[in-house]
């Protein structure tokens, strides 16, 4: 069920979007005898083939009704190299990033809850090389239940005795499955005890840059409802899941934190505030279908409201700064549960807002000018198609980008 505290266009926008979303039925999982993995660095591709080097599609990954990658090419046979051992193939990880990893790198490990697939390695096909695997990576895939040992982040084209290639449990806009909430279910089972808080409100005070201005005064009403104010980022990863696992009502800002509510036991509650104003008819420039497939998987019910007190639109991936309040929105919210404030409580930080406008007034000398923004990203671009490689012509673009300050 999704309750909805905002303007009427976004509400209908966000019901439209929801009712797309599907739980899928029985997926399976193919084994391709003598099957290669490979990790195309150079194009930013990869993927899986058969015995006779013959793409296997369903190695692609679904985000919404986006495939990716789009092309891949096939690796040359002298580069490949033998294991002799069993692999389920777990698609590109997403390492990066916390949420992504959470949603999209752990949605076809469920094959690991059968015994069949208990020795097998499990294996990341990343896009791009990575010196350095995040840690949180492994100490989620520990407390699934696989041994570092028979984790791999494939580096080479790989031939494996058999590649098993589970269906995709999860599509980040669309799809969840039973087996995907099996998969987090076990997590949060060897995460440890539940903890005793049943309201949790998710702040990202604690983000430094990436923080979101105003926030305080917003939780510091929450607070005074019942709710115990938790930083992720000053927790261990057991003990976010642990926490969020005895909680019957998640609450926060749009984000990555509100993701651990796929921890969750079944009947809870999920909270979520817009932290943006513009309004957008493709669910993947706004988390609140992300959220609610979520929702969908841990059994929980979704409020969404529209916090955000910006003079300036922006979308849900900003580098602009973003501020919230207690909107009108939000007032009928917390009037409606019967939440106990005062006129003060709803205030906003004059300090916080004077901290908004400058970093707002900064970000504009960038963003504002359309005439300095498309001459260097065209420059950026006509420089980099003489740079051999896609991942090569990416990285060197992104570089001019942040030279121009357009990152």
């Known amino acids: 069920m999704v309750k909805i505290y905002a303007p009427a266009e976004y509400a209908t926008q966000v019901r439209h979007n929801a009712g797309k979303i599907t739980i899928a039925g029985d997926l399976k999982i193919q084994c391709f005898p003598h099957g290669v993995i490979y990790p195309d660095f150079m194009n930013e591709g990869f993927g899986a083939f058969d015995a006779d080097l013959n793409y296997i599609p369903e190695s692609r990954c679904m985000r919404g009704d986006d495939v990716v990658p789009r092309h891949i090419t096939k690796p040359r046979r002298r580069d490949i190299v033998e294991c002799d051992c069993d692999a389920v193939y777990c698609g590109f990880g997403l390492f990066h990033h916390f949420g992504h990893f959470l949603l999209e790198g752990m949605n076809r490990l469920y094959p690991f809850l059968d015994e069949k697939y208990k020795n097998a390695k499990f294996v990341f096909v990343p896009s791009r090389k990575i010196n350095s695997v995040p840690r949180f990576v492994m ?41 995907q909430r099996a998969v987090w279910q076990t997590v949060a089972k060897n995460a440890g005890r539940p903890g005793r808080d049943k309201k949790i409100y998710m702040s990202r005070t604690a983000m430094g840059k990436r923080k979101t201005y105003g926030e305080e005064v917003v939780q510091n009403i929450f607070a005074k409802n019942g709710y115990r104010i938790v930083c992720p980022e000053t927790l261990p990863l057991a003990e976010q899941i642990s926490c969020v696992a005895g909680a019957t009502h998640l609450a926060g800002l749009a984000g990555t934190a509100l993701h651990l509510a796929v921890f969750m036991k079944p009947g809870g509650r999920v909270i979520q505030i817009k932290r943006n104003t513009r309004i957008s008819t493709d669910e993947k420039d706004d988390s609140a279908i992300a959220q609610e497939v979520v929702n969908q998987t841990s059994g929980a019910d979704f409020t969404l409201i529209w916090g955000s007190t910006e003079r300036k639109p922006t979308g849900h991936w900003v580098l602009a700064p973003q501020i919230v309040g207690v909107t009108r929105w939000m007032k009928k919210f917390f009037d409606d549960e019967g939440f106990k404030y005062n006129t003060a409580d709803l205030r906003p930080d004059n300090a916080e807002t004077a901290e908004y406008e400058r970093l707002l007034a900064k970000s504009a000398m960038v963003y504002d000018n359309r005439w300095r923004r498309t001459v260097a990203k065209i420059l950026a671009r006509v420089i980099c198609m003489f740079v051999p490689g896609r991942h090569r012509r990416t990285e060197i673009r992104h570089w001019f980008e942040r030279c121009f300050g357009l990152r």
Not at 153 to 174: A, C, E, H, S, W
């Open 139 to 179: 100490e989620m895939l520990g407390l699934f239940g696989i041994a570092e040992e028979n984790v791999v982040i494939l580096d080479k084209p790989t031939r494996f005795r058999n590649v098993y290639m589970p269906d995709q449990g999860y599509n980040l806009y669309k799809t969840t499955s039973a087996q």
